[in-house]
């Protein structure tokens, strides 16, 4: 079955960088994305990734992927206070010959941002 | 424009209670889903609709039914409430059921006592 694992927090100094980690058990999925959830509100669409891709840069942000080790990251430069908030990491899953695709998200990681 | 809107954004049940949670979205998207939202769980996939009148489940439907009538509204309809379905819940839709970008609603925070 699918699976998206995420550390849960971490805490960073404004003006650092941040990595945030995700690992996915589908080998078949096509897209990755980073949603970002702020207090209260909903989830709003970062980045995403297509598996026939390793790096995707959007201004502060950087995507990398490794399809060997399953593994995907985002890295958020010069890290501000208005970056806190909780980071989702979500696979987009195909089940079998289904051509309906589902988002199955990770834990979502709290990233705190120290002034 | 509105998006995707959740209604109500707060309630409290008893268990036993039954309850519908709304969600209506008004970019004619063809794919909504329901999540629920747990501390250190992430969103788990509850039901999920690929068009008006087909609906399925998704990783945890027990207690949930939903119908989709029209392709706007998406109601998820608790039967008899319990505390395990306390929770945060989300509704969601994208265009279509391939790589879309997913909009959610604001979520509605539902407690059950």
């Known amino acids: 079955g699918e699976d998206v694992e995420q550390s849960l927090f971490l805490s960073v100094r404004e003006g650092d960088s941040s990595v945030i980690n995700c690992t996915y058990t589908?080998?078949?999925?096509?897209?990755l994305y980073w949603y970002k959830q702020e207090p209260g509100a909903g989830l709003q669409l970062l980045t995403y990734i297509f598996s026939n891709m390793d790096m995707k840069q959007d201004q502060r942000l950087t995507v990398l992927l490794n399809k060997k080790d399953k593994h995907l990251s985002l890295r958020i430069a010069d890290t501000q206070t208005g970056d806190s908030a909780i980071y989702f990491c979500a696979e987009l899953y195909f089940l079998g010959s289904s051509n309906t695709g589902k988002l199955i998200f990770g834990q979502g990681t709290t990233l705190q941002v120290k002034p | 424009n509105a998006g995707v809107t959740q209604t109500p954004k707060f309630q409290v049940l008893k268990t036993g209670q039954s309850m519908t949670l709304q969600c209506a979205q008004d970019?004619?998207?063809?794919?909504m889903s329901w999540y629920r939202q747990d501390p250190g769980m992430g969103l788990r996939l509850i039901h999920y609709s690929v068009g008006a009148g087909i609906t399925d489940q998704g990783e945890v439907p027990n207690g949930y039914n939903v119908s989709r009538s029209t392709t706007e509204d998406f109601p998820l309809r608790l039967l008899s409430a319990a505390p395990s379905q306390t929770s945060v819940y989300f509704c969601?839709?994208?265009?279509?059921?391939?790589?879309?970008?997913?909009?959610f609603g604001q979520g509605t925070r539902l407690t059950v006592v």
């Open positions: 589908d080998s078949s999925s096509t897209y």
């Open positions: 969601a839709s994208r265009p279509g059921q391939g790589a879309d970008e997913a909009f």
């Open positions: 970019m004619n998207h063809e794919y």
